[in-house]
C-alpha cells in the first residue's frame, strides 16, 4: 500500500531582499496578502492536502516568522471578551500544536536543494511535500490536494507544472516531456534554467513538489547545478535517469509569483476582487483609476 503523504517541507530561508527595504525586520513570508501573510495561504493548502507536520528551513531573523504561529492567550481572551468569534476563529487558525511544526536552520544559502536537503533527519523514509510560499496559487480545489489525489494514482515523484511564455523559460525548471496525458505529463528530463531556444518544452516546474525520499540520496552528493546552487531539479532530474516514475502535473489554477513585486501586486487585486466584503470597494476604485488613465491619454 502506499505511503501517504504527511509532511510537507517549506523552504523559507531567503533574504527577501526585492522587497527590501520592508524584509529588513520583517520576513518576507509573512508579509500580507490581503490580511493573511504568504505563509498562511501555505499552510491552509497544505492543511487541505492532509498534511499534518509542518517543516521550516529557515535562516536567522525569522524570529517573527516562528512567532506567528505561537498560540496568543491574550489577545485571544481580548476577543473573547469582546465577542469578535469572527476574529477569534480566524487567530485560532494561525495556531499550530505543539509538535506539528518544526524548524531547521539553513546555516548558508546554497540553493533550494540544498534547503530540502536540510530537513532530510525529519523525513524518516517518507513520501513528502515540499511548498514554495511565493508561489500564491488561486483554485477551487488547492493545488497540493489536487497533486496528493493524483500522486495516490501515479506514485513516484510529482512537480506542479504550468505553461509559460518562451521567453520566461529561463526563469524556471523546464519539463522534457515524455508522455503528455492532458493534465499529467510523465517526464524524461528536467533542464534548471535553460537559454531560451535550448528550452525542451514549455511547460515549467512551479513551486509544489511531492517526492520520494530517494530524492535525498542525490541531494548528498552536494553536486553543483545551475548559478553555483544545489538545485532540487537536478536531484529529480537523477530520479529519471534511474527509471523512477516522474510526472508533471498541470494544477487547475492561477499561480502568482508573490517573490516579485508586480506578482504581489496582481495577488493582492486578484485576491482583493475575490472577498465578498472588499469586492465592490476594490472595483470601484479600479474603474475610477482606468476611466482617469484613458481620460490622460
Known amino acids: 500500500m502506499r505511503k501517504k503523504v504527511t509532511k510537507a517541507i517549506f523552504p523559507v530561508a531567503g533574504l527577501g531582499t526585492r522587497f527590501l527595504p520592508a524584509t529588513k525586520s520583517v520576513p518576507k513570508e509573512i508579509m500580507t496578502l490581503v490580511d493573511r501573510p504568504l505563509v498562511q495561504y501555505a499552510i491552509d493548502e497544505a492543511r487541505?492536502?492532509?498534511?499534518?507536520?509542518?517543516?521550516?528551513?529557515?535562516?536567522?531573523?525569522?524570529?517573527?516568522?516562528?512567532?506567528?504561529?505561537?498560540?496568543?492567550?491574550?489577545?485571544?481572551?481580548?476577543?473573547?471578551?469582546?465577542?469578535?468569534?469572527?476574529?477569534?476563529?480566524?487567530?485560532?487558525?494561525?495556531?499550530m500544536d505543539s509538535g506539528d511544526i518544526a524548524y531547521i536552520r539553513q546555516h548558508k544559502a546554497m540553493g533550494l536543494g540544498h534547503a530540502v536537503w536540510c530537513a532530510r533527519r525529519?523525513?524518516?523514509?517518507?513520501?513528502?511535500?515540499?511548498?514554495?510560499?511565493?508561489?500564491?496559487?488561486?483554485?477551487?480545489?488547492?493545488?497540493?490536494?489536487?497533486?496528493?489525489?493524483?500522486?495516490?494514482?501515479?506514485?513516484?515523484?510529482?512537480?506542479?507544472?504550468?505553461?509559460?511564455?518562451?521567453?520566461?523559460?529561463?526563469?524556471?525548471?523546464?519539463?522534457?516531456?515524455?508522455?503528455?496525458?492532458?493534465?499529467?505529463?510523465?517526464?524524461?528530463?528536467?533542464?534548471?534554467?535553460?537559454?531560451?531556444?535550448?528550452?525542451?518544452?514549455?511547460?515549467?516546474?512551479?513551486?509544489?513538489?511531492?517526492?520520494?525520499?530517494d530524492v535525498f540520496r542525490h541531494l548528498n552528493r552536494m553536486k553543483q547545478g545551475a548559478g553555483g546552487e544545489?538545485?532540487?531539479?537536478?536531484?529529480?532530474?537523477?530520479?529519471?535517469?534511474?527509471?523512477?516514475?516522474?510526472?508533471?502535473?498541470?494544477?487547475?489554477?492561477?499561480?502568482?509569483?508573490?517573490?516579485?513585486?508586480a506578482g504581489f501586486l496582481q495577488a493582492t487585486v486578484a485576491f482583493g476582487l475575490a472577498r465578498d466584503d472588499l469586492r465592490d470597494d476594490l472595483e470601484g476604485y479600479l474603474q475610477e483609476v482606468m476611466a482617469a488613465k484613458q481620460a490622460a491619454e
Not at 78 to 95: H, I, V
Not at 129 to 157: H, R
Open 48 to 95: 487541505a492536502a492532509g498534511i499534518k507536520e509542518f517543516i521550516f528551513v529557515t535562516s536567522r531573523g525569522k524570529g517573527a516568522l516562528e512567532d506567528y504561529f505561537d498560540h496568543a492567550p491574550q489577545l485571544e481572551q481580548e476577543l473573547r471578551r469582546k465577542g469578535k468569534d469572527e476574529l477569534l476563529s480566524a487567530l485560532k487558525n494561525t495556531n
Open 230 to 261: 544545489i538545485q532540487l531539479t537536478d536531484a529529480i532530474a537523477q530520479e529519471i535517469a534511474e527509471d523512477k516514475g516522474v510526472y508533471g502535473y498541470r494544477f487547475r489554477g492561477q499561480r502568482f509569483d508573490c517573490g516579485s513585486k
Open 122 to 213: 525529519l523525513m524518516h523514509n517518507e513520501p513528502f511535500a515540499v511548498i514554495l510560499p511565493d508561489d500564491v496559487i488561486a483554485a477551487e480545489k488547492p493545488c497540493l490536494q489536487q497533486m496528493v489525489e493524483a500522486y495516490e494514482e501515479t506514485g513516484g515523484n510529482m512537480v506542479a507544472a504550468m505553461e509559460v511564455a518562451p521567453d520566461k523559460a529561463p526563469s524556471y525548471g523546464i519539463l522534457d516531456v515524455n508522455e503528455d496525458m492532458g493534465s499529467m505529463v510523465s517526464v524524461k528530463g528536467m533542464v534548471e534554467k535553460p537559454a531560451q531556444d535550448e528550452a525542451p518544452s514549455n511547460l515549467a516546474v512551479i513551486g509544489r513538489y511531492i517526492l520520494s525520499p
